[in-house]
């Protein structure tokens, strides 16, 4: 059973709009958790994490936003931009430095 | 510049061959893992390794072992390659305190 979950398999947004990313965990053991992003035929790349002793951390264009009571994390993109098109991967690490990875979004940005 | 190189790009075996798939991290990391990327099912974690000759496994070893002999070198190995096990094949290091940083991938083609 997934312990990370993306339940959206895809995201279209027009560019200049926000892209509002969503993904759920169920383990409580989780301590720290990050996004990455995919191109075709290219390993992940990290973008942005957060620590469970935080709810949100910015880094220019990306947030992210961790609500420990609902074991739900969010990553907002503003504004979207079309090379923001790619495959996101929310990841969470467990108590033996193992990383569990969810199923990924497709997010297309639209000019 | 983390860098993490796999042994090759794209691979195509028998059923029934045994496969190595090595990988290779320059940073001293800790921490090295295998996932595989399959469409759908986003990354699964096969075996992780958090110290020299020592190995957990993922979610999803069986068909699989794993070999660390020295700490940057992480060796996934197909004891009998099956063609459920055609994939993309992505290696992982990371300090203990960061998150993993991805080699390009292998894209094994099981026949």
């Known amino acids: 059973d997934q312990q990370v979950k993306q339940n959206s398999p895809s995201l279209s947004v027009q560019e200049g709009r926000i892209s509002i990313l969503n993904c759920d965990y169920t383990?409580?053991?989780?301590?720290?958790f990050l996004w990455y992003k995919k191109y075709p035929a290219e390993g992940p790349t990290f973008l942005i994490s957060?620590?469970?002793?935080?709810d949100k951390n910015e880094d220019g264009r990306f947030t992210v936003f961790l609500n420990k009571s609902a074991k739900h994390l969010s990553l907002h993109i503003v504004p979207s931009q079309p090379g923001d098109s790619a495959v996101y991967f929310c990841?969470?690490?467990?108590?033996?430095?193992?990383?569990?990875f969810g199923a990924g979004t497709r997010l297309t940005v639209k000019p | 510049d983390v860098k993490v190189t796999q042994s090759s790009r794209y691979l195509v075996k028998r059923t029934g061959e045994k496969v190595f798939l090595e990988c290779v991290q320059d940073?001293?990391?800790?921490?090295m893992f295998w996932y595989r990327q399959d469409p759908g099912l986003g990354l699964r974690l096969i075996y992780f390794s958090y110290d020299v000759k020592m190995k957990e496994k993922g979610d999803i070893p069986e068909g699989y072992s794993v070999s660390r002999e020295k700490k940057e070198r992480f060796s996934l190995i197909l004891e009998s390659a099956s063609t459920n096990q055609t994939s993309m094949y992505l290696c992982a290091s990371s300090l203990r305190s960061s998150g993993p940083y991805f080699g390009p991938g292998t894209r094994l083609t099981v026949t």
């Open positions: 940073m001293d990391h800790e921490n």
């Open positions: 383990n409580s053991m989780f301590d720290y």
């Open positions: 957060i620590s469970s002793i935080k």
């Open positions: 990841a969470a690490r467990g108590g033996n430095n193992d990383m569990r």
